[in-house]
C-alpha cells in the first residue's frame, strides 16, 4: 500500500523518449559487436508528439554500456533524492530532480531547471548522469505477497480469500517462477501456505495509520525481507517482486516489459508512480535480486539512520511513520541501489497522476481492467470484483 507519499499534480505533458524497441535494437547491436559502450546524447524538442534525435557511438568492451541516463523508457534518478533539485529551480549541478517524471530541461540555451517538458516552440537539451549498466536478459521470478490477519482496523478484510483465490487460478504471484507468501499468522489452505513471520522486535502494532484505522506495516515487513532472504530462493532468480493482495498482477506482462532493463553494478528498483516525490508505490515492488540483497542487509541500519529511521518518518516526522514501501525506497537509495522510473508497470488508483482528468481527486478511483494494458492494476480489495477485473483483462 502506497503511504505518506507528497503529490504533486501537474497538467504539463510528459516529455517524449525512445520506446523500448530501440533498447532491444541497441542490445542486437552490441552482441553483434561482442558487446558495446554506448554513449548516447539526448538532444531535441521535448514536446509531447515530437521525438528525440540521437548519436550512437560504439566501442568494444567485454560486457557493460554506457549510455546517458536519460535513456529510452528507463528514466535513471540518483541514489541520494535529497540532492537532487526541486521544480523549477536551477538543476545545472545535480542534474536530476526530486519529483518522479521531472527532467533536468535546458530550453533555448536557458539555465536548465526541473520540469516536465520544455518550453513550447524551443529546442530543447536534457542534462542528466552517465550511468554503467549491464545488458543481460532476466526474465525469471520470485514473487510475494505478505498477508495481515490483525490489520487494526474494524472493517472486514477479504486479503485472505483474494490470496486464496489467486493460488487456486495460479494467477497474480502464484504465476512466477518461485512464490512464497508472508505474514503475521500461518495459513494452511492448500493450495495457499502463509508462512508466519514473528514479531521479534514488537513493531508489528506500533502505530496506526490516522486516516485508515490500520496498522503502519513496516515492522512487519522487515521480517518477511529477512525472512525472504535467510530462505535465499530470491537469489536464483532474477527479479523479485511484492505484488499486493488486491492488485491484479500478470506475471508475463511485467516480464516483457522489464527483461533488458538497464540495470547498474548497485541495482536497481523501479519507481512505479509519476509526479511525487517517493514513487516507489506497494502494490507491485519490482526489484532485482541485487538491490533487494542491499536491501535485506541494510533493514536494521536503516532502521535506526537519522534519515531512513521509519518510527520517525520523512521531513522531521511530519508525515508520521513511514510505510514499508516508502522505507524500503529510501533505505535502497542511501545505500547506492539505483531509482528507475518506470510508470507504466501498474496502474493504481493510489497514485493520483494515474487518474484521468475528472477523477483526479477521487481515492476510491479504480482502472478499467478491460483497457488497461499494464502488468498490474490495483486496487481491488473485494473478491467479485478481483475477479471480474481479472476476467475483463484481454488475452
Known amino acids: 500500500m502506497a503511504e505518506l507519499h507528497e503529490y504533486q499534480s501537474s497538467s504539463e505533458e510528459h516529455l517524449?523518449?525512445?520506446?523500448?524497441?530501440?533498447?532491444r535494437a541497441w542490445r542486437q547491436r552490441a552482441q553483434g559487436a561482442g558487446a558495446a559502450t554506448l554513449v548516447l546524447l539526448l538532444v531535441g524538442t521535448a514536446l509531447h508528439g515530437s521525438s528525440y534525435q540521437t548519436t550512437v557511438a560504439v566501442e568494444e568492451t567485454e560486457s557493460l554500456a554506457e549510455i546517458n541516463a536519460h535513456q529510452a523508457n528507463w528514466q535513471v534518478v540518483a541514489p541520494e533524492r535529497d540532492h537532487c533539485t526541486a521544480a523549477k529551480k536551477d538543476c545545472?549541478?545535480?542534474?536530476?530532480?526530486?519529483?518522479t517524471g521531472q527532467r533536468c530541461i535546458s530550453a533555448g540555451g536557458a539555465k536548465p531547471t526541473c520540469a516536465l517538458t520544455c518550453t513550447k516552440g524551443k529546442s530543447c537539451?536534457?542534462?542528466?548522469?552517465?550511468m554503467t549498466f549491464d545488458t543481460h536478459h532476466r526474465t525469471s521470478l520470485f514473487c510475494y505477497s505478505v498477508y495481515t490477519e490483525n490489520t487494526g482496523s474494524t472493517k472486514k478484510s477479504e486479503e485472505l480469500d483474494l490470496l486464496k483465490y489467486v493460488a487456486g487460478m495460479n494467477a497474480s504471484?502464484?504465476?512466477c517462477d518461485s512464490t512464497a507468501v508472508y505474514g503475521d499468522v500461518a495459513v494452511d489452505a492448500p493450495p495457499l501456505t502463509v508462512m508466519k513471520v514473528d514479531d521479534v522486535e514488537n513493531e508489528f502494532h506500533f502505530a496506526k495509520r490516522k486516516h485508515m484505522g490500520t496498522w503502519i506495516n513496516t515492522g512487519m515487513y522487515k521480517q518477511v525481507w529477512k525472512a525472504i532472504a535467510k530462505a535465499g530462493t530470491y537469489a536464483k532468480y532474477d527479479w523479485t517482486v511484492k505484488?499486493?493482495?488486491d492488485a491484479v498482477f500478470l506475471p508475463k506482462k511485467l516480464i516483457a516489459r522489464i527483461e533488458l532493463a538497464p540495470?547498474?553494478?548497485?541495482?536497481?528498483?523501479?519507481?512505479?508512480?509519476e509526479k511525487v516525490k517517493y514513487g516507489f508505490f506497494g502494490n507491485l515492488e519490482v526489484t532485482d535480486k541485487t538491490a533487494f540483497s542491499i536491501l535485506a542487509a541494510n533493514i536494521d541500519s536503516c532502521s535506526t539512520d537519522t534519515v531512513s529511521n521509519w518510527k520517525v518518518g520523512i521531513d522531521h516526522g511530519k508525515y508520521g511513520p513511514m510505510g514499508e514501501d516508502l522505507f524500503a525506497e529510501i533505505c535502497m537509495r542511501k545505500n547506492g541501489v539505483t531509482a528507475m522510473e518506470m510508470f507504466d508497470i501498474t496502474k493504481d488508483g493510489c497514485c493520483e497522476a494515474k487518474r484521468p482528468g475528472n477523477e483526479k481527486k477521487n481515492k476510491k478511483w479504480k482502472p478499467d481492467c478491460a483497457t488497461t494494458d499494464t502488468p498490474a492494476m490495483h486496487p481491488f480489495?473485494?473478491?467479485?470484483?478481483?475477479?471480474?477485473c481479472l476476467a475483463a483483462v484481454p488475452p
Not at 540495470?263 to 508512480?273: A, D, E, K, L
Open 92 to 99: 545545472s549541478e545535480s542534474k536530476c530532480c526530486k519529483i
Open 263 to 273: 540495470i547498474p553494478p548497485s541495482g536497481g528498483f523501479m519507481v512505479n508512480c
Open 16 to 23: 517524449v523518449a525512445p520506446q523500448q524497441t530501440g533498447v
Open 173 to 175: 504471484i502464484f504465476a
Open 381 to 388: 480489495k473485494k473478491l467479485k470484483d478481483y475477479k471480474a
Open 243 to 245: 505484488a499486493d493482495a
Open 125 to 130: 537539451t536534457v542534462l542528466s548522469e552517465t
